[in-house]
Each structure stands twice: as structure tokens, then as C-alpha cells.
Antibody
Framework: QVQLQESGPGLVKPSETLSLTCPVS????????WSWIRQPPGKGLQWIGY???????NYNPSLKSRITMSLDMSKNQVSLNLTSVIAADTAIYFC????????????WGQGTMVTVSS | SYVLTQPPSVSVAPEKTAKITCGGD??????VHWYQQKPGQAPVLVVYDNSDRPSGIPERFSASNSRDTATLTIRRVEAGDEADYYCQIWDGSSDQGLFGGGTKLTVL
């Protein structure tokens, strides 16, 4: 059974870079597409982007200039970097497996809360 | 850009049927998925490909998709169904995921 577990700093200062990781257990990251999705407090879900082992990525246009996703095969984990953060980036960040046969997010991590504040 | 519209809230009495809608221009031409999110938890996929249920999801959960509205139907609603529900599509033209704004289901 594939399991995901996001981890991150919890608190990031404005203008700095947010870095999150999502180790994957129970399966290889090379076999699937992976997405990041975020949820500001009390609000809905926002898709951030996806990455695939073959090098394929695509990002939400509203975040594209600040986002980088990567895969670490040695650690079997997915990573997200978001630069120049602002208060509006405060959210719970989820990593999720994207089933490309259905384009549904079929497995989710528990999420990690990130607050942008000085 | 494409927009998915959900009612902010739906209320239903126990044992009754809840219907949660997801509107979009010709959404019937898209494949719709539905997620349940309970407070403090990650979303869970409850319906994929318009009307299929992942293993472990009760048959009480069903869905349909036609023309401009997709609908999630929950029969014989239980207190444990109280949650936020989100619809989602994959916008093939932009190769992006897209969520509706979410609907809070309250069990009276």
C-alpha cells in the first residue's frame, strides 16, 4: 500500500523559499505521476502542479514562475520548492498520487501546514 | 479559464438523500472525480471517472455527469458523512487539475 508523508519547516519568512518533501513508501516514485495540492486555512483545494519520472512537469500558471518540483530517486521522494513566499502562500500542503489512467488523485498524504510570517 | 461551481453548503437529515452539484460549461464532456474531506484530514477519493467507486467506498455514494452539471448523491446519509466535498476535473487543454470550491455537507 503506497503511503505519503509530507514534511516541511512549518514557518517560513516572507520572501524566502519554502521547501517541502514527500517520501513515498510502498511503491516506487518512478511508476507514477505526483502532484502537490494546497489548501489555505478555511478555503478550498488548489492544484499546484505535477511531476513524472520521465521529466514531465506542469505547474499552475498562477504559481509557475515560483515553483519547482523534483524527484529524488535515492530517497524515493517528491519535493516542492516555492520561492519568494508571501502571506497568501500560507496553507496546508498535500502531496498526492495522480493516477494518469483516470486523472484522479487517488492517494494523499496527511498534509503539512506552512505559515508565512515574519 | 474553466470554472467549477459548487454550492457552499448542503444540509440533509439522517437517512435522507443528499445531492451535491458541480456546475461547469459542458462539464458532461469532462471526466469528474469527487473527494470527501473531514475536518483535519486529507481528502479521500470517493468517486472517480464520473461514477465509479474506489474499493472501500460504500454503495451509498454514487454520481452522475451530464451536460452542465455533475452530481454526487449520498443515500441514507449518516452523521459520519458530514464533511466537505470537492469535485475535480483534469483540464486537458491546459493539462492541469482543477477543483470546485467545495460544498460543506451538514447532517441535521
Amino acid at each position: 500500500q503506497v503511503q505519503l508523508q509530507e514534511s516541511g519547516p512549518g514557518l517560513v519568512k516572507p520572501s524566502e523559499t519554502l521547501s517541502l518533501t514527500c517520501p513515498v513508501s510502498g511503491g516506487s516514485i518512478t511508476d507514477f505521476y505526483w502532484s502537490w495540492i494546497r489548501q489555505p486555512p478555511g478555503k478550498g483545494l488548489q492544484w499546484i502542479g505535477y511531476i513524472y519520472y520521465g521529466g514531465s512537469t506542469n505547474y499552475n500558471p498562477s504559481l509557475k514562475s515560483r515553483i519547482t518540483m523534483s524527484l529524488d530517486m535515492s530517497k524515493n521522494q517528491v519535493s516542492l520548492n516555492l520561492t519568494s513566499v508571501i502571506a497568501a502562500d500560507t496553507a496546508i500542503y498535500f502531496c498526492a498520487r495522480l493516477d494518469m489512467a483516470t486523472n484522479a488523485f487517488d492517494i494523499w498524504g496527511q498534509g503539512t501546514m506552512v505559515t508565512v510570517s515574519s | 479559464s474553466y470554472v467549477l461551481t459548487q454550492p457552499p453548503s448542503v444540509s440533509v437529515a439522517p437517512e435522507k438523500t443528499a445531492k451535491i452539484t458541480c456546475g461547469g460549461d459542458r462539464i458532461g464532456m469532462h471526466i469528474v472525480h469527487w473527494y470527501q474531506q473531514k475536518p483535519g484530514q486529507a481528502p479521500v477519493l470517493v468517486v472517480y471517472d464520473n461514477s465509479d467507486r474506489p474499493s472501500g467506498i460504500p454503495e451509498r455514494f454514487s454520481a452522475s455527469n451530464s451536460r452542465d452539471t455533475a452530481t454526487l448523491t449520498i443515500r441514507r446519509v449518516e452523521a459520519g458523512d458530514e464533511a466537505d466535498y470537492y469535485c475535480q476535473i483534469w483540464d486537458g487543454s491546459s493539462d492541469q487539475g482543477l477543483f470546485g470550491g467545495g460544498t460543506k455537507l451538514t447532517v441535521l
